[in-house]
C-alpha cells in the first residue's frame, strides 16, 4: 500500500477498515482489550536478516508507524474465493464461532501463533487467545479447534502414569457410570486441511529490497495538526526530545494511545524511535543481562525464559518473578506490542513490572542533552547471591489479561547471617499513583531475624506505611489493604521453605497445612467431554435434524466476509452521527451551547430536543420513553443531543465542543435502598401467592430471615449499537439497516418519529454480533434520532457506539436486592416462603416490569414450596434504564432463592444438595401459577448430574482436602434448574415465515427470527431441508427484513428456533400441499421439474389479578455441578470442573445446542463471579471497557467441562420436539457461586467462624478473600462508616 497522505492520528484498524475497506478486522473496544481488531504484523530486520511475525491491536497502531511493515489481516490468508486458511477451517467446523464478531481477532491470533509455532503445545496456543474476548461460546469449541493443531491433541496432554484425564477423571475420581459413553466428536477432524508452513504468505520482498536497499534515515509525517517524527539514530532521537521535551517517545503506543482516545490527551508531535537499533540491545554480562528499552515486553518474556534455563535458580530470581507476571500482563497482542521503555516510563499505578524492578535493584541507563530532555536506554537486571529471593505476587479481578487490583515484588537477603535479614525491599502497585515502596519499613526490618514476630512487625509497619484512603481510585480499599499483607505473608511462607529445605536444623518447618499458600491454584490443561443422542437408524441420511452441522456462517465468520452493519460501504454523501450525554445524574439543563461545536470542520447540525419537539418520544410499554432531554436530565449518560458530521472524527471532536450548564437536584437515588426510602418505583407492584403462607409459618420448625444483592451486568456483546439509515429519495421510504433483535419495533419507532406509515421504513438485519437483551428497545432509541437526521438532511446516516458510550448509555441486567422469609423444618423441608424482590430499574421503565413478572414466575425453579408469597417491585432511580438480558429475571430470582435453601440447609446441618433434593418438584405437579408440569426429567437430569459428576465421591475429596490445607480450599456445589420457556402473552407467542422455491429448484427462506449467534439461521434451514427433502445446499437465508416477513416478534426468550421454525415448517408444508398434484404427477422428478406466508404461535397467558395461567410453553430441566478451589489469601479462584447435564428434547442441532448451553454457562458464571459495574457515588459508571468490567477470557473456562444432554423422552408439540436453549444456561452459572460460598464456609469454619454466611452476587475475588476472615483482615484499618467518600457505591 502507497499512502501519500499519512495522517499521524489515524490507527490502522479505521485505516483497514475505512479506506482499504478491510472489513474482516473489527472494531471492538478500541483500547486494546478485546482482540477483535487482531493483525499480525510481520518486520524484517536488514541487519539480523531476521522477519518478526507478531500479534497486535490495529486499533492501537499508528500507521506511521508501519512504513515497511507488513500487515496481514484476516482476509489476507484465506477467503471462500480461493482457499480457506486451515485455522479458518477449524474454528469454524469446531463450531468456534456463533456471532462470529470475535472470529477473525481469533483466527489472526492462532495464526500468528503458527506462523512462529507451526507445532505448539495448548498453553501456547490458550496463551495466545489470552487477549481475545469472544462473549457467545464460552471457549471450548475454539480450546477444540485450536487442540487440532497441537501435536497431542484431544484432551489434557497429561500423560503422566499413562493415563490421561479422560481416563482418570478429576482426583483420580471415575468420570462416568459404567457404561455411559460420551459421544463421538461433533466435527470430523479427519476432513481438516493440512497446515503446511510452506504455504504460508512470504514476507513481500519488495519492503525485503526495501529495508535493504534504502538509506535509513529521519522520517517525518504531519498534517495539520499533528507531527511525527521517526529518527534512526540516538543522537537524532535526542535533537528531537530536546527540541519538542514535552513529545512522548512512542513505542508501543499501549499507554500514549489510550490516553489519547479515552483521556482527551493531544499531543502535537511525537517521536517513534523504534528504528534505533540501540534500543533493541540484549547484553549478556557476567553479573546479568541488559535490555533495550525498545524490547517488547513479549522479546523480554522470551529472552528470560530463555535465560532462566542456562543460569541456577538462585541466580535468576527476579528473572523468574518477571517471567511469572509477564505470563498474565495484558495479551499476547498488547505484549508484543508494549516495550519496556514505554511500560516503565508510563509509571502505570498498576504497573506489573516496576514493583519488581524496584525491589530487584535495577538501574535506568539514560542519555541526556539539558535538563529535561533524557531517553531511557537499557535495563540492567542484575544477578543475584546466594540467600537472596525475589518474589511477585498479584491479584486482578480475572487471571489474565487483567490489570492488577494490587501486584508486589519483595526480596530479602540474608548473607550469610542465618536468617537474619541484610537487605530487605518491598514495593506495591495498584496502591498510588506509581510504585509505591514501603523503604522505611524495610529499613526497620534489617537485622531481624526471619520468623513470625518479624512478620507480625513487618505487617503492621507496612500497614502504616503503605497508607491508602477510604476514598482511593478503584475502590475495594479494604481489600487492598488485606492483600498488602497477605502477599507480604505469602513472601514470608515461601522464603522460610526455600530456608528449611537448605537447613532444617536453624529454620522451623512450616505446618504441612501452610504449604498450601504456596501452591498455583491455576492448571491450564483443558478438557472436555460432550454427550449427545445420536439420531436413529430410521432417520433418512439425507435428513440434517440432529446433526451437528456447522453454523451457516461459520467459515465466513472466520475469513472476515460476513457482513455486519458497520461493515457495509458508505453511502454517496453519508454523515456520521455521535451523541453527546448527561454528566449529571439529575440535574436541571440550564443552558445548551452549540455555537463552537456547529462552527467546527465538517459539522453539519447538532440535533437537540427542540428539533424533535412532538416526536421526541415513543411509548411502546406503560410510559413513553423521551430520546433527547428536554429540560432535565435523570442519569449520567442520558442522550442529549446529537452531532452530525461529515466523518466520525469531526462528529466526535465537535460533541466535545458541546458545552451544557447544568443544575443539580434532589433527590439523588443510585441504589434500591434509596429508591425504597424515597417509594421511588415503577408501578404496578406485582405479587403472585399460592397456599397459605401465614398460616404455614404457624407450623413450621424454624424460621430464618435475609437477604441477598445481586449486581448487575453489561452486555458486552462484541458488535456495539450499530446502524445505517438511508433516505431512499422517493416516497419518503427509508431503509434502516441494523444491528438489533427487533426490527418490527425499529421500524415502529422510526415511522412514528418521522410521522410515515410502517410500510414507508424498511429494517433489514443481516446479522448481529451479539445481543443478548441489550439490541431491542434501547437500539431504538438510537435508531429514532438517527433516522430523524437522515430525513431532515436527506442524507444517509450513520451511527455507531463506541465501546464506552454503549456500556454508558445502554444500561444492562438489572440488580437485585432479594429478601426472604423462610419457615422450615428441621428436616429440611420448605414449607412457606415469604420473598420481596427489588430490581434496579434505571431512570425509565424499558421492560423493566415484564423482568419483575418473569422473575416472580420462575422463582420456584426446580422446588415446590406449598405456600408462597412473592412480591416484587421495580425500583426507579437515577442510573441508565437497565433492560432485558438473557435469562430475563430468572438468573436473579432463581439466585435468591437458591441462597436462601443454601441457609435453610446451613441452618438444619445438611447440605444444600439435600435440602434442594427434598424440597424439588415431584413428577407430576403444580407450580405457583397453577400450571401443571410434569418434572420427571428434572429429577432425571439431577441423578444423573450426581452420577456423571460422581459428586458423592468429588465431595468427600473436597472434604479431605479442605482438611489438609489451610490456605486453599475447594467447594463442590449442584444447583438444578427447571426454567420455563415462553413469553408470557399469546400475542408474543407469535412467528412467521416466507419461504420461496424458484423454478431452478432453489429455495429462499425468510422468518421473522434475527441471527445473532445462537444458529436460529442455521436451523432454519435445516428445517427446511427436513420439510422439503431437500439437501441444506439448495437452501439460502439472506437475512431479516420488515420487507419479506412482516411484525415478527423481538428474537429473544430462548424461543427465536422454535416460533420461527415452526412457521417455516408450516410455510413448507403449504407450499408442499400446493405442488402435491404437480409432484404426484412426476413423483421421481426435481424441484426444478416442480416447480407464501404462514404462521405459528405459542399460546401463553397469565392473569396476574389471580395470580394463576398458563404463561409457558414447556420446561427446559437440568442440572450442573461445579468444583472451584480458592485461594484464601488473595481471593482468587479457579473452576476446577463443571458438569451440566440438559434435557433439550430432541436436539435440532447438537453442536449449536451445546453452544448455547456453554455460552450461557460461561456467561452466568462471569454473572455470579467477576463482571461487576461500579458507580461513583454522582452516578457515574466507572467500568467503561474491557479493561475495567471483566468478562470472562479463556483463562476462565472450567479446566474440565463436561455437557451431557438427556436422551429424548417425551414428543411434545414443540418443533420436531426440541427445546429452547438460548438463556437457561445462565443460571447454571450460579454453581460456581455456591461452590465458591462452599470453599469459604469451609474455610470460615476451620477458623471457627460458625454463623450464617450472607455473600452477594457478583463473588469477586474482593468478596471472597474479605468473607475468608482471618488475623490479616483483622489487622487491616477499617474505616468508620461516614468517614471518607467512597470510590464507588454498591447499586
Ligand atoms: C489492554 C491493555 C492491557 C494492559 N494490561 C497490563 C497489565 O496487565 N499489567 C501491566 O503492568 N500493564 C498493562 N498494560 C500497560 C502496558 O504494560 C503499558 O501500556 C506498556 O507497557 C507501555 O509500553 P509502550 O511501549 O506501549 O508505551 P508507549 O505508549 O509507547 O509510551 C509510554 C510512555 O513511555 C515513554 N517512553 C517510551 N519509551 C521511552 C524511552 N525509550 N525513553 C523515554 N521515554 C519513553 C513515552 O514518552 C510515553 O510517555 C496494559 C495496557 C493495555 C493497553
Ligand atoms: S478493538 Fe482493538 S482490542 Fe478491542
Ligand atoms: S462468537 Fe465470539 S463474540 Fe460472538
Known amino acids: 500500500v502507497i499512502e501519500k497522505n499519512v495522517d499521524p492520528e489515524t490507527m490502522l484498524l479505521p485505516y483497514l477498515r475505512k479506506k482499504l475497506r478491510l472489513t ?218 530536546f527540541k519538542y521535551p514535552q513529545a512522548p517517545v512512542i513505542m508501543g503506543n499501549t499507554s500514549v494511545g489510550p490516553q489519547v482516545k479515552f483521556k482527551g ?82 509509571r502505570h499505578p498498576d504497573s506489573d513490572l516496576n514493583p519488581i524492578l524496584a525491589v530487584g535493584n535495577c538501574t535506568l541507563n539514560l542519555l541526556s542533552k539539558g535538563k529535561w530532555c533524557s531517553v531511557f536506554l537499557h535495563v540492567p537486571l542484575n544477578c543475584f547471591f546466594q540467600l537472596e529471593f525475589v518474589s511477585a505476587f498479584r491479584q486482578a479481578q480475572r487471571q489474565e489479561n487483567a490489570l492488577a487490583i494490587v501486584n508486589s515484588g519483595m526480596r530479602v537477603f ?67 489493604r488485606t492483600l498488602i499483607i497477605s502477599f507480604l505473608f505469602k513472601f514470608y511462607l515461601e522464603v522460610s521453605q526455600i530456608l528449611k529445605k537448605m537447613d532444617p536444623v536453624h529454620y522451623p518447618s512450616l505446618a504441612d497445612k501452610y504449604e498450601s499458600a504456596l501452591e498455583d491454584l491455576h492448571s491450564k490443561h483443558h478438557c472436555s467431554t460432550l454427550k449427545y443422542q445420536h439420531m436413529g437408524p430410521k432417520q433418512h441420511p439425507e435428513d440434517p435434524i440432529g446433526h451437528p452441522i456447522m453454523h451457516l456462517s461459520g467459515v465466513k465468520h472466520a475469513t472476515g466476509e460476513a457482513i455486519y452493519c458497520d461493515d457495509m460501504p458508505p453511502v454517496d454523501q453519508e454523515l456520521f452521527l455521535t451523541f453527546v450525554t448527561s454528566s449529571r445524574a439529575h440535574a436541571k439543563i440550564m443552558s445548551i451551547d452549540l455555537s463552537e461545536a ?38 449520567v449518560g442520558q442522550l442529549v443531543c446529537a452531532v452530525l458530521a461529515d466523518s466520525e472524527v469531526q462528529a466526535k471532536r465537535a460533541a466535545k465542543q458541546v458545552k451544557i450548564v447544568y443544575q443539580d437536584l434532589e433527590p439523588l437515588i443510585l441504589t434500591i435502598e434509596e429508591a425504597i426510602q424515597h417509594n421511588s418505583f415503577f408501578e404496578p407492584e406485582r405479587k403472585l401467592e399460592y397456599g397459605n403462607v401465614d398460616e404455614a409459618f404457624k407450623v413450621v420448625d424454624q424460621i430464618l430471615e435475609g437477604e441477598i444483592h445481586m449486581g448487575g451486568q453489561e452486555h458486552f456483546y462484541m458488535e456495539t449499537q450499530s446502524m445505517l439509515v438511508v433516505p431512499k429519495g422517493e416516497d419518503q421510504e427509508m431503509d434502516v439497516y441494523v444491528s438489533t433483535q427487533f426490527p418490527k419495533y425499529i421500524q415502529d419507532i422510526v415511522a412514528s418519529t418521522l410521522k410515515l406509515p410502517a410500510n414507508k421504513v424498511m429494517c433489514h438485519v443481516k446479522r448481529v454480533g451479539g445481543a443478548f437483551g441489550g439490541k431491542a428497545f434501547k437500539t431504538g432509541v438510537f435508531a429514532a434520532v438517527t433516522a430523524f437526521a437522515a430525513n431532515k438532511h436527506g442524507r444517509a446516516v450513520r451511527c455507531v457506539l463506541e465501546r464506552g458510550e454503549d456500556m454508558l448509555i445502554t444500561g444492562g441486567r438489572h440488580p437485585y436486592l432479594g429478601k426472604y422469609k423462610a419457615g422450615f423444618m428441621n428436616d429440611g423441608r420448605i414449607l412457606a416462603l415469604d420473598m420481596e424482590h427489588y430490581s434496579n430499574a434505571g431512570n425509565s421503565l424499558d421492560e423493566s416490569l415484564l423482568v419483575i413478572e418473569m422473575g416472580l414466575l420462575k422463582m420456584d425453579n426446580a422446588y415446590k414450596f406449598p405456600n408462597l408469597r412473592c412480591r416484587g417491585w421495580a425500583c426507579r432511580t437515577n442510573l441508565p434504564s437497565n433492560t432485558a438480558f438473557r435469562g430475563f429475571g430468572f438468573p436473579q430470582a432463581g439466585l435468591i432463592t437458591e441462597s436462601c435453601i443454601m441457609e435453610v440447609a446451613a441452618k438444619c446441618g445438611l447440605s444444600p444438595e439435600k435440602v434442594r433434593m427434598i424440597n424439588m418438584y415431584k413428577e407430576i405437579d403444580q407450580t405457583p401459577y397453577k400450571q401443571e408440569i410434569n418434572a420427571k426429567n428434572l429429577i432425571q437430569c439431577w441423578r444423573e448430574c450426581m452420577a456423571v459428576s460422581s459428586y458423592s465421591l468429588r465431595k468427600a475429596a473436597v472434604e479431605k482436602f479442605n482438611a489438609e490445607n489451610y490456605w486453599k480450599k475447594k467447594g463442590l456445589a449442584m444447583v438444578p434448574l427447571k426454567y420455563p420457556v415462553g413469553l408470557g402473552s399469546r400475542a408474543a407467542g407469535q412467528a412467521a415465515a416466507l419461504v420461496h422455491i424458484y423454478l431452478d429448484g432453489s429455495v429462499l427462506v425468510t422468518h421473522g427470527g434475527i441471527e445473532m449467534g445462537q444458529g436460529v439461521h442455521t436451523k432454519m434451514i435445516q428445517v427446511v431441508s427436513r420439510e422439503l427433502g431437500m439437501p441444506i445446499s439448495n437452501v439460502h437465508l439472506r437475512g431479516t427484513s420488515t420487507e419479506t416477513v412482516p411484525n415478527a416478534n423481538v428474537s429473544g426468550g430462548s424461543v427465536v428456533a422454535d416460533l420461527n421454525g415452526l412457521a417455516v415448517k408450516d410455510a413448507c408444508q403449504t407450499l408442499l400441499k400446493r405442488l402435491k398434484p404437480i409432484i404426484s404427477k412426476n413423483p421421481k422428478g426435481t424441484w426444478k421439474d416442480w416447480n407464501s406466508v404462514s404462521s405459528r404461535g405459542y399460546e401463553s397467558d397469565i392473569n396476574w389479578e389471580k395470580g394463576e395461567g398458563h404463561p409457558f410453553e414447556y420446561f427446559v430441566y437440568g442440572a450442573a455441578c461445579s468444583e472451584v478451589e480458592i485461594d484464601c489469601l488473595t481471593g482468587d479462584h479457579k473452576n476446577i470442573r463443571t458438569d451440566i447435564v440438559m434435557d433439550v428434547g430432541c436436539s435440532i442441532n447438537p453442536a449449536i445446542d451445546i453452544g448455547q448451553i456453554e455460552g450461557a454457562f460461561i456467561q452466568g458464571m462471569g454473572l455470579y463471579t467477576i463482571e461487576e459495574l461500579n458507580y461513583s457515588p454522582q452516578g457515574v459508571l466507572h467500568t467503561r471497557g474491557p479493561d475495567q468490567y471483566k468478562i470472562p477470557a479463556i483463562c476462565d473456562t472450567p479446566t474440565e467441562f463436561h455437557i451431557s444432554l438427556l436422551p429424548p423422552s417425551e414428543n411434545s408439540n414443540t418443533l420436531y420436539s426440541s427445546k429452547g436453549l438460548g438463556e437457561s444456561g445462565v443460571f447454571l452459572g450460579c454453581s460456581v457461586f455456591f461452590a465458591i460460598h462452599d470453599a469459604v464456609s469451609a474455610a470460615r469454619r476451620e477458623r471457627g467462624l460458625h454463623g450464617p454466611l450472607s455473600l452477594n452476587s457478583p463473588l469477586t475475588p474482593e468478596k471472597i478473600r474479605m468473607a475468608c476472615e482471618d488475623k490479616f483482615t483483622k489487622m487491616i484499618p477499617r474505616d468508620e462508616p461516614g468517614s471518607c467518600v467512597p470510590w464507588n457505591v454498591p447499586i
Not at 293 to 309: E, R
Not at 455 to 476: I, N, Q, Y
Not at 607 to 615: G, R
Open 24 to 241: 474482516g478486522t473489527k472494531y471492538g473496544c478500541g483500547g486494546g482489550g478485546c482482540g477483535a481488531c487482531t493483525v499480525m504484523i510481520s518486520r524484517y530486520n536488514p541487519i539480523t536478516n531476521r522477519i518478526r511475525h507478531h500479534p497486535a491491536n490495529a486499533c492501537l497502531i499508528p500507521i506511521c508507524s508501519l512504513y515497511g511493515t507488513a500487515v496481514t489481516t484476516v482476509e489476507g490468508i484465506g477467503s471462500t474465493h480461493t482457499r480457506i486458511h486451515p485455522v479458518q477451517e477449524r474454528i469454524a467446523k469446531c463450531h468456534g464461532t456463533q456471532c462470529g464478531f470475535c472470529t477473525p481477532g481469533m483466527v489472526m491470533s492462532i495464526y500468528t501463533l503458527l506462523r512462529n509455532h507451526p507445532e505448539p503445545t495448548l498453553d501456547q496456543l490458550t496463551d495466545a487467545l489470552g487477549g481475545n474476548l469472544c462473549r457467545c461460546t464460552g471457549y471450548r469449541p475454539i480450546i477444540d479447534a485450536c487442540k487440532t493443531f497441537c501435536e497431542t491433541s484431544g484432551c489434557c496432554q497429561s500423560k503422566e502414569n499413562g493415563v490421561c484425564c479422560l481416563d482418570q477423571g478429576i482426583n483420580g475420581l471415575p468420570e462416568f457410570e459404567e457404561g455411559s459413553k460420551t459421544s463421538p466428536k461433533l466435527f470430523a477432524e479427519e476432513e481438516f486441511l493440512p497446515l503446511d508452513p510452506t504455504q504460508e504468505l512470504i514476507f513481500p520482498p519488495e519492503l525485503m529490497i526495501m529495508a535493504e536497499k534504502q538509506p535509513q534515515r529521519t522520517r517525518v509525517f504531519g498534517s495539520e495538526r499533528m507531527m511525527w517524527f521517526s529518527p534512526v539514530t540516538l543522537k537524532e532521537l535526542l535533537e528531537f526530545k
Open 265 to 346: 490527551v493531544f499531543h502535537p508531535v511525537i517521536i517513534s524511535p523504534d528504528r534505533i537499533e540501540e534500543l533493541s540491545v540484549v547484553n549478556h554480562t557476567h553479573n546479568g543481562l541488559t535490555l533495550g528499552a525498545g524490547l517488547s515486553l513479549a522479546q523480554v518474556k522470551d529472552i528470560l525464559a530463555d535465560v532462566v534455563q542456562k543460569l541456577p535458580e538462585e541466580k535468576t530470581q527476579t528473572y523468574h518473578a518477571l517471567l511469572k507476571h509477564l505470563g498474565t500482563l495484558a495479551g499476547s497482542q498488547i505484549r508484543n506490542m508494549a516495550s519496556l521503555g514505554g511500560h516503565i516510563i508510563s
Open 414 to 480: 540474608f548473607g550469610e547471617g542465618h536468617g537474619i535479614i541484610r537487605e530487605l525491599s518491598i514495593s506495591y502497585g495498584g496502591v498510588g499513583p506509581a510504585t509505591i515502596c514501603a523503604k522505611n519499613s524495610c529499613q526497620k526490618l534489617i537485622g531481624r531475624h526471619w520468623n513470625e514476630e518479624m512478620l507480625d512487625t513487618a505487617c503492621r509497619l507496612v500497614l502504616e506505611e503503605v497508607s491508602l484512603s477510604g476514598s482511593a481510585p478503584g475502590g475495594k480499599v479494604e481489600f487492598k
Open 598 to 635: 456547529l462552527s467546527m470542520p465538517g459539522v453539519v447540525d447538532v440535533i437537540t430536543a427542540e428539533h424533535l419537539s412532538d416526536v421526541n418520544s415513543f411509548c411502546f410499554f406503560t410510559e413513553a420513553e423521551e430520546f433527547l432531554a428536554t429540560d432535565k436530565v435523570f442519569c
